[in-house]
């Protein structure tokens, strides 16, 4: 009986030894608390609120503190389902949200709101139906800057008591019903296809006047440069004239000259198959009877030398087959020239 006492004493003891290790350890398990980073706990004592649990190593009463879920702080970006919405013109569209918030209270986003995720959903619903509402679809469509901002104005006011900040709401698709998705695209074609007219017609205008501005450009410049040829040849047949009269009047021509070179202009007027009109001078005739009268007076004068000739040398007999001598042809004087009379048309 003393041994078996004794081993019931010993067993009782090792019992009782691992009964208080297992105790111990629970509770340093329930007294000794780590948070992460962007954490953070709620802690009851006996029912009520206690303190709220930071990032790190934290100590509870065992048994008497109860530390809450854990509550995420940092920003979290929730995707809402498709939400049937009605326009101003009783237009039917399915508008998909996200938000994009944080907890900023971790004792008011417990206590103050069961729970915050489907408050948050149903807000949006409700907030994004009162806007909508008010616009048609036309501004519905193109207003998304102005809706996500008094979205996130009025659910940020609703849930600043409930320890959440929403930062941004965004509208992820619009989408209209399938009828009025193609009248929209039947109304957008018409709309490019008028603005493809519009600036079809533009560019036509715009080509037709450049190209009219052009050619007056042209018309100038061309009109410009044959008015300064016109000039330069003008001024050079005016130089050219000036250089001959000067050259005339230098070289003092006879009235013979001036004939002689009537007859060598005149084979220069007849020339051509199909001149059947040409010009005869006036002067001709009378240049005519100068050159006329200028060999009359040559031969005159060359008669009376030889005449002299024979006064002044002895006598003697000529052999019959012997020329005399020819007589020698004096320049006659030349007349002065005569007025020009108007040219004699002759067939």
Known sequence: MTEAGAFLGQLFLIVLAIVVVI???????????????????????????????LPGLNLLVPFIDRLRPLLD???QVVSFPPQPVITEDNLVVSIDTVVYF????????TYEIANYLVAVEQLTTTTLRNVVGGLNLEEALTSRDNINGQLRVVL????????????????KSIEPPVSIQDSMEQQMRAERSRRAQILT?????????LQAEGERQSQILQAEGEAQARVLRAEGEAKAIQTVFDAIHAGNPDGPLLAYQYLQTLPKLADGASNKLWIIPSELTEALKGIGGGFTQGIGQAAAAAGQRERREPAAPAPSSVRPPEPSVAPAQAAPPAEPAPPAAAQ
């Not at 398990?29 to 802690?43: M, T």
């Not at 017609?201 to 006047?209: D, L, P, V, W």
């Open 23 to 53: 105790f111990v350890i629970v509770v340093l398990a329930r007294a000794v608390r780590v948070v992460p980073q962007a954490r953070a706990g709620v802690v009851e004592r006996l029912g009520r609120y206690h303190k709220t649990l």
């Open 73 to 75: 702080l940092r920003e």
């Open 102 to 109: 944080q907890v900023t209270d971790a004792r008011a986003a």
């Open 156 to 171: 940020d006011e609703a849930t600043g008591k409930w320890g959440i900040r929403v930062n941004r709401v965004e509208l």
């Open 201 to 209: 017609a533009e560019g036509t205008k715009q080509s037709a006047i």
